[in-house]
């Protein structure tokens, strides 16, 4: 008999993390938080408050200085730089404001280099219904340079999905897209948890953009200073504009 996955896609337990140098800056500060699986989480707060940070900790691409991180049953603090390599490209999806595509590849090379990378060729008609998703079918042979901004944002998500991850991990996936093609975009991901169970968590400065999420999560100095199931536009906006908001950073106050 199978155990059954945890409830929890990600958790992380009294995460902290310090960055040394001359002059340390405290970026996170005990962190307990759970993702449910199936559910889209925008993490929000001022510049500096922790977001990118949380992220990076949260899909192992660093490592806490304290505390620990589970992804699923799997823990990454005892984890092996190779073991959570593979855990990354197994387990994990990342949609960044930068794209990152590979400008000297096709369109359907991008979406398929995680793939190749993992020795695995991915199921072909889950291919076809990815790429008619994201509505990409008439670019296939086209390099990312060929593409608008909101299609080259298009074969991100759509390379996160091919692999079908458990977790897709966004940092600011909207932030270069004009609010059209950022809505195109949000619906996309929204999709991946409503048609396909998977697991979202967005860093966004975006209120409407965290309004497509279940729930958002507010960062001010290194800690959750406010979570709320599907707050709408207007609270998001207006919880930004208190003054934990826009505290000042860590770093602007030690030092
Ligand atoms: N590699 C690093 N070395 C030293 N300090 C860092 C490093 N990365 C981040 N920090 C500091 O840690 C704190 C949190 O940074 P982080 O990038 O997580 O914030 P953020 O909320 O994502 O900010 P932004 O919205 O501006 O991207 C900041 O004070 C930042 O200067």
New binding site residues.
């Given amino acids: 008999m199978s155990v059954p996955p945890p409830a929890d896609a990600v958790r992380l337990e009294r995460v902290s993390k310090t960055?040394g140098?001359d002059h340390p800056?405290t970026?996170l500060v005990d962190v307990d938080v759970r993702f449910r699986r199936g559910t889209m989480t925008a993490v929000m707060?001022?510049?500096?408050?922790?977001?990118?940070?949380?992220l990076n900790c949260a899909a192992g691409l660093d490592r806490p200085t304290s505390g620990r991180v589970m992804i699923g049953a799997a823990d990454l603090s005892t984890m092996s730089e190779k073991r959570l390599t593979e855990l990354r490209r197994d387990r994990i999806g990342f949609v960044f404001q930068a794209f990152n595509l590979v400008g000297a590849l096709t369109v359907e090379q991008n979406i398929l280099l995680p793939s190749r990378l993992a020795g695995r060729r991915p199921d072909p008609a889950w291919l076809a219904e990815v790429i008619d998703r994201v509505g990409l079918g008439h670019r296939l042979g086209h390099r990312p340079a060929q593409l608008s901004g909101g299609q080259q944002q298009r074969v991100a998500i759509a390379r996160a999905l091919v692999a079908r991850p458990e977790v897709i991990f966004c940092d600011e996936p909207t932030g270069a897209l004009d609010s059209r093609t950022a809505a195109e975009v949000l619906a996309l991901l929204r999709s991946a948890v409503d048609a396909t169970g998977q697991t979202v968590i967005m860093?966004t400065?975006d209120p409407v953009a965290a309004s497509y999420a279940d729930r958002v999560i507010r960062?001010a100095d290194?800690r959750i200073a406010s979570d709320m199931p599907q707050p709408g536009v207007r609270v998001i906006a207006e919880q930004l504009a208190t003054p934990a908001g826009g505290r000042r950073?860590?770093?602007d106050r030690e030092g």
């Fill in positions: 960055y140098g800056v970026a707060g001022a510049s500096g408050s922790g977001k990118s940070t949380l860093v400065h960062l290194g950073p860590v770093a």
